[in-house]
């Protein structure tokens, strides 16, 4: 069992930068891979990025690639997202998200969920 808690949402003015983590329980976070999600509000949640055990491997939706970075900290059972250049498409609230084997972009696939943070970018 995996607890995931975020934190580090809020509101921005557009051009800003946030950094979202997520905090997990157990001690085997560093068997999951790691993702983080976002729904848009009257829109179906989308992937957004994933990172691997180690932190080697990473992947980014299109609209992100460029101004968001993950990373994780096995050692801190923490996975972050820095989130720079926003704009108010990015306003939604981010999840984030833990799974076993191998990552994905399909979010029905994932086995454990945060509760989400909310982003608000102001234009």
């Known amino acids: 069992q995996v607890q995931l808690i975020e934190s580090g949402g809020g509101l921005v003015q557009a051009g800003g930068s946030l950094r979202l983590s997520c905090a997990a329980s157990?001690?085997?976070?560093?068997?999951?891979?790691m993702g983080w999600f976002r729904q848009a509000p009257g829109k179906e949640r989308e992937f957004v990025a994933t990172?691997?055990?180690?932190?080697?491997?990473?992947d980014y939706a299109d609209s992100v690639k460029g101004r968001f970075t993950i990373s994780r900290n096995n050692a801190k059972n923490t996975v972050y997202l820095q989130m720079n250049s926003l704009n108010s498409e990015d306003t939604a609230v981010y999840y984030c998200?833990?799974?076993?084997?191998?990552?994905?972009?399909?979010?029905?696939?994932?086995?454990?969920w945060g509760q989400g943070t909310q982003v608000t970018v102001s234009s």
């Open positions: 990172i691997s055990w180690s932190g080697t491997s990473t």
């Open positions: 998200a833990a799974k076993g084997g191998y990552g994905s972009r399909r979010e029905t696939v994932y086995d454990y």
């Open positions: 157990g001690r085997t976070f560093r068997n999951y891979y």
